[in-house]
T-cell receptor, first 112, second 109 residues
Framework: NAGVTQTPKFQVLKTGQSMTLQCAQDMNHNSMYWYRQDPGMGLRLIYYSASEGTTDKGEVPNGYNVSRLNKREFSLRLESAAPSQTSVYFC???????????FGQGTRLTVV | GESVGLHLPTLSVQEGDNSIINCAYS??????FIWYKQESGKGPQFIID?????DKRQGQRVTVLLNKTVKHLSLQIAATQPGDSAVYFCADLGNKLVFGAGTILRVKS
């Protein structure tokens, strides 16, 4: 029972490079979320997807795009990475908005 | 616009003492809250939840209190142990899953 799986676990990018962070859940959950967590700070919501085919901005969406590819997968794309995007990124999913969220193990991204 | 992150406050307690971690929320329509624990290098994990039709809910060594009048939550941990050292977040499961700022709990042996 994998739960929420994020890839990659670690990534180093140069400023201006692009990349996509992948997230997949095998729990048949409807809602999925992307967060960033800077050192010593809380989780900030980047984007979320309440259901397949819908996406909405969270607290800090600038510099990111997302795709809800299907019910299982929700990807986060950085088109032109900046050092300010150095962070740990967490993906989460819930069956409905009113349910407990399950988190992936995180992707540690460094932009140099 | 983008929010500015805040550095997390720290609560230091002696092993065996009780811990109280507080959280404020802003949406008066919110009706479901969860406390999460995040250990170093890991994603957040569920501790306990509470719905707005309750004032108090108890789990194993943990109690959550909800005061809707002042939009405040607290998490009480009884007989705090070294393994309780972590960052604790409250989350508002309204339309978006938005987290509170979090509190670092350090347990001194």
């Amino acid at each position: 029972n994998a739960g929420v799986t994020q890839t990659p676990k670690f990534q180093v990018l140069k400023t201006g490079q692009s990349m996509t962070l992948q997230c997949a859940q095998d729990m048949n959950h409807n809602s999925m979320y992307w967060y960033r967590q800077d050192p010593g700070m809380g989780l900030r919501l980047i984007y979320y997807s309440a259901s397949e085919g819908t996406t909405d901005k969270g607290e800090v969406p600038n510099g990111y795009n997302v795709s809800r590819l299907n019910k299982r997968e929700f990807s986060l794309r950085l088109e032109s990475a900046a050092p300010s995007q150095t962070s740990v990124y967490f993906c989460a999913s819930t069956k409905r908005a009113e349910n407990e969220a399950f988190f992936g193990q995180g992707t540690r991204l460094t932009v140099v | 616009g983008e929010s500015v992150g805040l550095h997390l406050p720290t609560l230091s307690v002696q092993e065996g003492d009780n811990s109280i971690i507080n959280c404020a929320y802003s949406n008066s329509a919110s009706d479901y809250f969860i406390w999460y624990k995040q250990e170093s290098g890991k994603g957040p994990q569920f501790i306990i939840d509470i719905r707005s039709n309750m004032d108090k809910r108890q789990g194993q060594r943990v109690t959550v209190l909800l005061n809707k009048t002042v939009k405040h939550l607290s998490l009480q941990i009884a007989a705090t142990q070294p393994g309780d050292s972590a960052v604790y977040f409250c989350a508002d499961l309204g339309n978006k899953l938005v987290f509170g700022a979090g509190t670092i709990l350090r347990v001194k042996s």
